[in-house]
């Protein structure tokens, strides 16, 4: 925060430049004086002396005392919308001060406005307070990108009668905003498939919380046949019956690549202190994509399960996902903030050679009620071979499994997944991310009513 380092520097009076031009003519007549003797321009340059000094003792002395208050509305914004933010100004000193001028500090790329006029302020009030110490101010701030940002403090800049010395007051503290991502609207309601015990059965969202789940198994002596499913048993060739057991929500994995480990650079750790600081255009891509996809699955009833493609020689903040998924409703919200808090990936100076992983290790298979296969949704910026491999691993465990790749990922990435039966989708704009994703599905269901693979 090297804006607010730099702003708390010149919480000190400090002459402006009527000032200096004052003290400069000053010295020079005092200078022009002891050459010549002339005990008039003396008086005069001391004048010009001792004015600017008297400016600097003046607002050191009657600094203003305040206290502020901040507010967001929205508290959280989309990325490309704007915020408003409300600034309440409270004067806690005995003495009344006007002719003051404010500016919020915030990051550059939220555009704040520049410095203004602050109205007067009255003398702080305890006793029977009427609203003449405070001040209330408002100003819209636009936030063209996701991250999370600190906004404040508040910099009150004051200055003497006569203009020769200003004192800057830094009021408050930061505050973050956050700003989420883009998300795209997808049109078609994802028709999920699993595998349970070699059928293929859909997953529809569940409309009540004490419904029953029908799966079809294999019939066994005993089992009554009132519970037969026929549609099952036409599809198998033998007979199949109803196994109702206790639904849950359908679960969705999205896993998205925050390593970026394919590239053969990335900056310093430590680099930047805050999401924001800097753009990278592909991994702002993968962080939209994902934002769609989870905003649409979560508004369809299925709970998401956010999880990073991990690469071991580049060092990235985690997900910091909710226990056991994102539940609708109310996880929308958390997501985006997630996705919002998310930082572009760093090298770890301190991994000179990159290390083996063993992909069916790095895979980790999820388990879910009957082993039936949970979809999986993949979204890959430049991936590195490591986390490609350990993509191939977990494809047996999932179902469909789809992988929307950007431009920058390298066709061997391509190439690889589709060997392992992914359906890989390109995606080189969000905008192309709609018919993008009514493709994929389509594709999946269509090799489920068919019995094939989830990808083809």
Do not use: C
């Amino acid at each position: 925060m090297s804006r607010v380092r730099a702003a708390r520097a010149q919480a000190r009076p400090r002459l402006t430049r009527r000032g200096i031009a004052l003290m400069a003519i000053g010295g020079a007549l005092f200078v022009l004086a002891l050459w010549f003797d002339l005990r008039d321009i003396m008086l005069l340059a001391s004048v010009g002396l001792a004015m600017p000094l008297a400016a600097l003792g003046f607002l050191a002395l009657r600094a203003p005392r305040l206290a502020l208050t901040r507010m967001f509305e929205p508290p959280i914004v989309g990325a490309g919308g704007s915020v408003l933010v409300r600034l309440r100004v409270q004067n806690r000193s005995r003495r009344a001060f006007d002719g003051a001028h404010w500016r919020d500090l915030a990051h550059p790329a939220l555009h704040p406005p520049g410095e203004a006029v602050l109205p007067a302020v009255g003398r702080h009030e305890g006793m029977l307070p009427t609203g003449d110490d405070t001040v209330r101010l408002e100003y819209r701030l636009r936030t063209p990108r996701r991250g999370v940002f600190d906004v404040g403090p508040l910099s009150i800049a004051v200055s003497d009668p006569f203009g020769l010395a200003r004192i800057d007051r830094i009021v408050g503290t930061p505050r973050e905003l956050v700003v989420t991502p883009r998300v795209t609207p997808l049109d078609t309601e994802p028709g999920v498939v699993a595998s349970v015990d070699g059928t293929v059965n859909a997953l529809q969202k569940r409309t009540h919380p004490n419904s029953d789940e029908l799966i079809a198994r294999e019939y066994r002596y005993g089992d009554p046949m009132r519970r037969v499913h026929w549609a099952a048993t036409a599809r198998r060739g033998e007979l199949m019956v109803r196994d109702e057991e206790q639904r849950g929500d359908p679960e969705v994995r999205l896993l998205l690549d925050t390593a970026l480990g394919g590239r053969s650079h990335h900056p310093v750790a430590g680099g930047h202190e805050r999401v924001g600081a800097t753009l990278d255009p592909a991994f702002e891509l993968g962080v939209e994509i994902a934002a769609s996809l989870g905003v649409h699955l979560l508004a369809h009833g299925f709970r998401v399960r956010l999880d990073p493609v991990d690469d071991p020689d580049v060092t990235t903040r985690a997900i910091a996902a909710e226990a056991g998924g994102y539940r609708s409703p109310g996880g929308e919200a958390g997501l985006l903030e997630d996705l919002a808090r998310l930082e572009p990936p760093r090298r770890d100076a301190r991994r000179e050679h990159p290390r083996q992983v063993d992909p069916a290790a790095a895979a980790r298979v999820v388990r879910t009620r009957r082993d039936a296969r949970m979809p999986a949704l993949v979204v890959l910026v430049e991936p590195a071979p490591a986390a490609v491999e350990s993509l191939v691993a977990l494809r047996p465990g999932v179902e469909p499994a789809i992988a929307f790749v950007a431009e920058s990922a390298s066709t061997a990435v391509v190439e690889r997944l589709e060997e392992a039966d992914w359906r890989v989708v390109r995606v080189r704009r969000p905008v192309d991310l709609p018919a993008a994703w009514s493709d994929a599905w389509r594709s999946a269901r269509e090799a489920a009513r068919s019995g094939g693979p989830g990808a083809s």
